[in-house]
């Protein structure tokens, strides 16, 4: 099974800042990667797939990068509505396997 | 509108049997894999297993597997999670998810959630 490793765990910014999220996967995983956003009391919500594919209605601020086995999310100018939780995900392979979740906070 | 609604919250006792559900709207149901993912209280998503409503085909975790039965009745687009016994770790909030992205995004990219159903097992 693979294991999905995001850092930080927890990343301050300020709105209007750049933040940039990590995912390592233990494995290979090609392109196969999804980053997720979730906000306390909601479902995730998809943001990207293909490592860089912008899922429908995401804001161009957000933009996803990498291939192989390290990638990252990039929000490029946070606003209040992008505080929450960040999670990748594989989908190279089963069984699927998400990281352990990026806080954004203020 | 494609979206999955989940049925309502339940609190049970250790020991208890219980079945939850998903059913689907807005689009074919046997053609989209439903698949249940698992957050607990403060935790991440884990995924939990999927199955092919067109024929009943299962897929777990693992982690879940032997703990928990995915079911489904196509006939009434609705997906099933069940627990025959349920221990005080199985509280969670449960989510059923489909890869649906109007066929343009790979298999095992979520982009269409329930909106949870949150199963407390307590004594």
């Known amino acids: 099974e693979i294991v999905m490793t995001q850092s930080p765990a927890t990343l301050s910014v300020s709105p209007g800042e750049r933040a940039t999220l990590s995912c390592r996967a233990s494995q290979f995983i090609s392109s196969n990667l999804a980053w997720y956003q979730q906000k306390p009391g909601q ?34 100018s946070l606003q209040s509505d992008d505080f929450a939780v960040y999670y990748c995900q594989e989908c190279n392979s089963w069984p699927l396997v998400f990281g352990g979740g990026t806080k954004v906070e203020i | 509108e494609v979206q999955l609604v989940q049925s309502g919250a339940e609190v049970k006792r250790p020991g208890e049997s219980l079945m939850i559900s998903c059913e689907g709207s807005g689009y074919s149901s046997d053609t989209y894999w439903i698949n249940w993912v698992r957050q607990m209280p403060g935790k991440g998503l884990e995924w939990m297993g999927r199955i092919n409503p067109r024929d009943s085909y299962t897929d777990y975790s693992p982690s879940f597997e032997g703990h928990v039965t995915i079911s489904a009745d196509k006939s009434i687009s609705t997906t099933y999670l069940q627990w025959t016994s ?38």
């Open chain 1, 43 to 76: 479902a995730p919500r998809l943001l990207i797939y293909g490592a860089s594919t912008r899922a429908t209605g995401i804001p161009a601020r957000f933009s996803g990068s990498g291939f192989g086995t390290d990638f990252t999310l990039t929000i490029s």
């Open chain 2, 86 to 123: 349920l221990k005080a770790p199985d509280t969670a909030m449960y989510y059923c998810t489909m890869t649906h992205c109007g066929g343009a995004c790979p298999l095992g990219t979520f982009d269409i959630w329930g909106q949870g159903t949150m199963v407390t097992v307590s004594s």
